[in-house]
């Protein structure tokens, strides 16, 4: 008797509706979902540089971005100050880049910069792959690509022996950069990432390195919407006989430091940045920086990138 | 005692044939599509993600989407879209609920094709708002489709599009719903 009631009582409830409001029921298959699902954090930067570093962006499949960047002469010290209108008068680099996103996470790129060291009219080709994204639910912590170039100088070689422009063979005039970009968006203001970078140089003078390492940080703050702080700097691991070879030709290396506001206007991304280094390429701009901030030799710059999209539309 | 076999029948019986008026219905991918035209650009967006529930015991649907899942035809549009407007961050969902306003219109349990009305309230951006909005429901064998169309104003949910992309972003949006029931068996 007692069974049957209870199933009686089972069945009536089971065929009552359930106590849920359709609202909170929705909530929970939302939830159910979500949790198997990887959602891949977006906007971790703007764009597929900082100041002088790149970042872990890649452009879209079939995005196109078109670059021009420069930097001007030293704002003070002795090339500064009011004679050249504080270095505008001046550009110690100036770069024009294409970039194509293959897929979304593979990008190539071709460039052409002025070059600033005395190893100049540089033609880059490059390539950059997202490794890793960072997911939402904190599965992934960190977005990793990988980024590379090969750079040419198409300049005539210096006939002088042992000097940096001395081409005696097509390879004296390449160098290479490898980098590995490590970036994590902690919040929707704060972005910051990691650069381990080789760069090597095919030829360099005695007592030069052909392989320099540097560490990188980098960072992104918004201020506003479409405002934001960004800043990188390179920690430059060159040897100590190099160093002082250097010096006792009157030559200091520096860490390249740049900072700058960064303006997102849907499509066009602009950079207003301050420098100390002068060039834009890393294989430049790590090894070769002998300019710094505390002697006014620093300049400002801009970055420009405007990206189109040649995918057809319907 | 025999009564009570009876009883324990009949439940048992209610329990499996369910009409199609007194279960819920449910579907994880229906489709939203939202169109924003001007002169210099269209832009289009798909989600094939939506969560909706439809109990027409009570009279009540609910849907829920997520922001980011929204499909551009440009990677670029769909960052916009998450970061600048919709700020999916802040707001991951948004969301739909609403009573069907004149039942009487509608038989659950007839094949049949009915235009109704459904009166609710839609939260984007975080701003809910009142609206009644037409809807077909189609109601076939074992399945409901429902369907709707209908435009919002970007700036009733307190989403501002900027000057400079004004001739780009339309202030008035196109939203279409397409969604395909099955029963929910939970």
Not at chain 1, 27 to 53: C, M, P, R, W
Request: aromatic share 12%.
């Amino acid at each position: 008797m007692r069974i049957i009631l209870t199933t009686v009582l089972f069945f009536l409830v089971k065929v009552l509706p359930a106590q849920d409001s359709l609202s909170n029921l929705l909530d929970k298959e939302v939830n159910i979902e979500s949790k198997g699902k990887k959602q891949f954090t977006y906007a971790t930067f703007k764009g597929t540089h900082l100041v002088n570093s790149r970042t872990i962006e890649t452009l879209g499949k079939h995005d196109l971005d078109f670059r021009v960047s420069h930097r001007f002469g030293d704002i003070g010290g002795e090339y500064g100050g009011e004679k050249s209108f504080f270095g505008m008068e001046n550009s110690s680099d100036v770069g024009i880049s294409f970039d194509y996103g293959i897929t979304d996470r593979l990008m190539v790129g071709i460039s052409r910069a002025k070059g600033a060291t005395s190893i100049r009219q540089l033609y880059e080709a490059s390539l950059k792959y997202k490794l890793l994204r960072q997911t939402e639910d904190g599965n992934i912590p960190v977005s990793v690509t990988a980024f590379g170039n090969a750079v040419v100088s198409s300049m005539s070689s210096n006939i002088k022996a042992n000097t940096p422009d001395h081409f005696s063979s097509f390879a004296d005039r390449m160098s290479y950069t490898g980098q590995l970009l490590v970036a994590r968006k902690f919040s929707e203001h704060l972005s910051l990432m990691l650069m381990p970078t080789w760069v090597h140089s095919n030829y360099v003078i005695n007592n030069d390195q052909n392989d320099i390492f540097a560490l990188g940080i980098g960072g992104r703050m918004k201020i506003t919407k479409r405002i934001a702080l960004v800043a990188d700097y390179f920690r430059v691991f060159r040897n100590a006989k190099s160093i002082s070879n250097f010096k006792t030709n009157g030559l200091t290396f520096y860490n390249p430091l740049g900072a700058g506001l960064e303006f997102e206007t849907g499509g066009h991304v602009f950079d207003f940045t301050f420098t100390n280094s002068t060039a834009i390429l890393e294989n430049q701009f790590i090894p070769y920086t002998t300019t710094s901030w505390t002697q006014w030799r620093f300049r400002w710059g801009f970055n420009l990138s405007r990206i189109f999209s040649t995918k057809k539309h319907k | 005692m025999k009564h009570l076999k009876g009883i324990v029948i009949v439940a048992m019986l209610l329990s499996v044939i369910k009409s199609q008026a007194q279960e819920k219905w449910f579907t994880r991918n229906g489709k939203i599509t939202f169109f924003s035209e001007t002169p210099a650009e269209n832009i289009d967006a798909n989600n094939n993600e939506v969560f909706s529930l439809l109990d027409p015991f009570k009279n009540e649907i609910a849907f829920q989407v997520l922001s980011t899942g929204f499909k551009f035809k440009r990677a670029l549009m769909q960052e916009h879209f998450n970061e600048n407007y919709m700020e999916s961050t802040k707001f991951p969902k948004a969301s739909f609920r609403g009573t069907i306003a004149d039942p009487s219109k509608v038989n659950f349990n007839k094949e049949g094709t009915y235009v109704v009305a459904i009166n609710g309230s839609l939260s984007i951006h975080g701003v809910t708002n009142k609206l009644s909005i037409p809807a077909t429901i189609r109601v076939a064998n074992r399945k409901i489709i429902g369907e709707t169309k209908f435009d919002i104003s970007l700036a009733d949910y307190n989403i501002k599009i900027p000057s400079l992309v004004s001739k780009q972003v339309s202030e008035t949006v196109t939203i279409s719903v397409n969604c395909l029931y099955e029963p929910y068996d939970r």
